[in-house]
């Protein structure tokens, strides 16, 4: 029962499989997207204008998280399509 459990887990193919890798995904691109604001805030103090760097942190993070999806949306077979 484990090991059919731990086969499920790294098939994309399977619902469980799916989820866990979304999850997987979803907490490597907000891993990357916690490090772009510490490093933004850690910039901030040093500029006299912060606007061009808040547009240039917001857009890093948005990208971050469409790049992860697209790369989450080609590993799972259903996806793939979109």
Do not use: C, W
């Given at each position: 029962?484990?090991?059919?459990?731990?086969?499920?887990?790294?098939?994309?193919?399977?619902?469980?499989?799916?989820?866990?890798?979304?999850?997987?995904?979803?907490?490597?691109?907000?891993?990357?997207?916690?490090?772009?604001?510490?490093?933004?805030?850690?910039?901030?103090?040093?500029?006299?204008?912060?606007?061009?760097?808040?547009?240039?942190?917001?857009?890093?993070?948005?990208?971050?998280?469409?790049?992860?999806?697209?790369?989450?949306?080609?590993?799972?077979?259903?996806l793939r399509a979109l």
């Amino acid at each position: 029962m484990v090991d059919f459990i731990l086969k499920d887990i790294v098939n994309p193919a399977t619902i469980i499989g799916s989820l866990f890798l979304g999850a997987v995904f979803f907490f490597l691109a907000t891993t990357v997207v916690v490090l772009i604001r510490r490093l933004t805030r850690h910039i901030e103090p040093h500029l006299t204008d912060v606007t061009a760097l808040r547009f240039i942190s917001t857009f890093t993070q948005v990208l971050t998280y469409v790049v992860g999806f697209v790369f989450y949306a080609h590993l799972i077979p259903e996806l793939r399509a979109l």
